[in-house]
């Protein structure tokens, strides 16, 4: 008997963080899947330890702003020490710029529960363990995916989209031939996992040490996570035995077999996939790109994989764009995915220097530059960190906008609004699909004729937005007074109506005069320009009242 469908519209393989991310995005925009997963059963591994504020608003399209990411840890900062335990720089929590927390510590086999029950309460019956791929090929415009369960037993299935979410050892990627780019850390770190930690502050700790680098990060329900260094001649077995761990603890807490979680030693990489899509098959999270953990930035890549890949996956199955769409995943993502490399490599380099010169180096220019407290809080706060902003892709006129500060190819501000005594965040009025956001009278009239509640298959919001009360009526929002600073990029665009996409990216910003048109030439043109790829509808019509 077939224990999996003949044909699916998207197969995922693999059941992380990215590939649950991606399985609830199309449940959400009414894409059916399967997800195939090689192990017997979930890994209970405190792998991930930080989700952002990026991650926590994608898992917002869905609820799991409200049920999961409200009980999570948020980090109130950071705080670097030298070997004399002084503290030389401190950062603080940031701005909530796109409406959460910068980062929130968590304990990934929660995450990966609540991201489970998401998908199994509204999709029963599609996630497969001790499900191995052990082929995958493309033909006819199919992924044709082999697969053989616990019993042995192997089965076709054909799919209109195979994504590989199967981990930075990808099978997926090794038999589609896919080399990764870039290097390997030199160094391996040990990473401990402990319950029932005494330091209960909600700050990372990185120990700058020409001793030993170690880092202290906190963790849901009283844990704490403790990386160190490994040194030359040590090995991997020895640094795992309990009075090496024991000697390591001693400065922090006490040692405790019982309160360990996990204990295991990595080896960093710096890489990533030399291409992101192969035909009908599209390579996301580890399986695309690895980061060192200095930034938190491993997991959330994906995450951010996952939200660019969805919609556009739903847009061509649902929409009728042409699957050329799934090209810009690679053109909007690549340089973003590794500019995140590169951040977590230079903040390594930089908070936790080896040798005694480097240490001077660092220790010299911090306090050479304390008579320039802007450029010290730049460098301490990493605020050269990349904006969510694509280079290129599926937008219109990204590189010919009216405005120097557009935001036309930048993940929108999330600031809190208002109408009347009700207060929400600004997602929940844009909807898990498109949407329009107009800032003046004359993009009300213009939103308030257009005939079309979808746009490529995705449901299309309208969210009037400005804060004129002599304008101002019912259907109107306020930016609430706490989210002032937060929204003030919207009124770049005060005369114009925004475009939003499902990833809460700005796909377009245009007149209200040329509503109707835009939106044709969006749906039907290739967005952007040059090489990108666009959405070039095979059919599709915008009504217009009147």
Known sequence: MARFPREVPVIIIGAGPTGLTLANLLATYGVNFIILDREPAPLELPRAIVLDDEGARTLQVFGLDKSYVAKTVEAVGSRYYTDRGGCFAETGAGPRTYGFAKRHYIYQPELEAAL??????RNP??????????????????AHVRVVSGDGTEEEIVADWAAACDGGRSPTRERLGIAMRGNTYNQDWIVLDMRNDPDQSRFSKFFC????????????????????????????HEVLESSFLNALLKPFRPYDEADILRKTVYTFHARIAERFRHERIVVLGDAAHLTPPFAGQGMNAGLRDAHNVAWKIAAHLKGGAEDAILDSYESERRLPAWDMIQLAVSMGNFVMPIGEDDIRFRDHLLRHLEPFPAIRDYLINMRFKPKPKHPDGVYLDLHDQLYEASLVGEMIPQPEITRGAATEKLDRLLGPGFALIGQSAEAAAAMGE???????????????????AILADDSVWH???????????????RDQILLIRPDRYCAAAFSPSELVPALARYASSRPGGGNNSGLALRTRRLARAG
């Open 450 to 468: 257009l005939r079309e509640p979808t746009f490529l298959g995705l449901p299309l919001a309208q969210v009037l937005l400005w804060s004129n």
């Open 209 to 236: 040490s020409n001793l030993r680098p170690a880092v202290s990060v906190p963790a849901p329900d009283g844990g704490r996570r403790y990386e160190f260094m490994l040194l030359p001649g040590e090995t991997r």
């Open 125 to 142: 019956d599609r996630l497969f363990y001790s499900a191995n791929v052990v082929d995958i090929i493309c033909q006819n415009d199919k």
């Open 479 to 493: 930016i609430a007074p706490s989210s002032k600073m937060e929204g003030r990029p919207l009124l770049t665009h």
């Open 116 to 121: 489970r029950n998401s998908v199994t309460d």
